[in-house]
Each structure stands twice: as C-alpha cells, then as structure tokens.
C-alpha cells in the first residue's frame, strides 16, 4: 500500500512563520494566526495579493527553516513506516517563485528541511529521496498521485482532489486544522472527501482506532 502526501501546510506547518513575517514587514500589529485568515485580511488591501505571494516566496524560501512541522505527521509516518506502507511526498512546488527576487531554490529549501527533521535517517523517518516528488503545476501533481497508485492521498487544499486526473481509486483526505475550509460549489471530491482537522485523525481512519 503506498500513501501519497502534499508537503506544504500539510506536512510542514506555516501558520506562526506567516503570521511572523507579516508583522516583521510592519503590515500587522497582531498578525492573524492562520493562513488563511492573514492572506484574506491582505487580500482586501491594495496590492494585498502581492504581498501576501511575496510574503509566501519567502515563507518557502529563505525563511523555510523556520516552518514547523505539523503537529502528529511524524508519528504518522513512522507508523507508516512501521507498517509496511510506502510513503510518497507529492507537492506542487515549482523550484523558483514568481514574486522573490533572491533566487531561493524553493525545492532545496523544502528538502533541506526534510533533512532537518530527520526526514531521511535511519533513525528518523526513513524515507528515501526518491520518495519526495516536486512537480512544477497542479495537473502534474495529480499525474503523479495516479502513476504513483496511491491508495490515500493527504492534502489540505481542496482542489486537488476536484482537479481533473485526480485518481478516482485514491481515497480523498482534507487536512483542515482550522476546521474552516469551505467547499467550493461544484467541487467533485465533495462526498467522499474525509476531513481532519489533526494528524492523530488520520491515523485512526488508515490504521484503525488505537493505533
Ligand atoms: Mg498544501
């Protein structure tokens, strides 16, 4: 059995970087905590897009050292590990961003934070390199997932599972800590999409309650 990951906000965590950087640019006091609730509250100021895709560039670049990781999603692999279950980190990563000037190789960054987590030691994760997958659009993200035939795939963005060539074999998991996703209408993964709000959630769907 092979379970397919998304990396970022799934696995590496960004809520208290984000809410850092914001107030480090003087755009915030208070920063809101949580992406989702900062990119909207930039998002209704001029230029607000911009800044919030810059604010983002250097969340997964320069300052990807500082992502944490999601609270469970070690212990989750490390099951998955223990249980025979093949792990791939699938992510729509392209390896430049669009709005950063300072060249930060973003697919380095994640995996030089990977390595810094024990991602790849024989202690740790153990998972292989040729496990992690970076793809430069959606469409080639869901490619993967299928040629990969992932039995579970774990994403906290929605659309990935309505995106077309999204493998119907492969059961849809949301992770929504906040709880505050809202379903697009007309969104096909709609009814079979499992929610969690935290990894242990998880957990207990793929490997039974107690694990
Ligand atoms: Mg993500």
């Given amino acids: 059995m092979r379970i397919g990951i998304d990396f970022d906000n ?93 060249g930060t190789d973003l697919r380095r960054a994640a995996t030089m934070w990977m390595e810094a987590h024990g991602f790849f030691d024989a202690m740790g994760l153990k998972l292989s390199r040729d496990d992690i997958h970076f793809e430069d659009t959606r469409a080639a993200k869901v490619a993967k997932i299928a040629e990969l035939n992932c039995q579970w795939f774990i994403d906290d963005l929605e659309e990935v599972f309505a995106e077309p060539g999204f493998p119907g074999s492969a059961r849809a998991v949301l992770f929504d800590p906040h709880g505050a996703a809202v379903t697009a209408a007309g969104v096909a993964a709609g009814a079979d999409l499992l929610r969690c709000r935290h990894w242990d959630e998880i957990g207990g769907h793929i490997f039974g309650a107690g694990h």
């Fill in 10 to 102: 799934t696995i590496a965590g960004y809520d208290g970087l984000f809410a850092t950087l914001a107030e480090e640019r003087g755009l915030f006091q208070q920063a809101p905590v949580g992406k989702r609730d900062l990119r909207d509250a930039l998002r209704r100021r001029p230029e607000g897009e911009l800044t919030w895709r810059r604010l983002q560039a250097t969340a997964y670049g320069a300052r990807m050292g500082d992502a944490e990781l999601q609270d469970g999603a070690a212990r989750f692999i490390r099951i998955c590990g223990q249980s025979g279950i093949t792990v791939s980190i699938v992510s729509h990563k392209t390896r430049h961003a669009n709005f950063a000037s300072d």
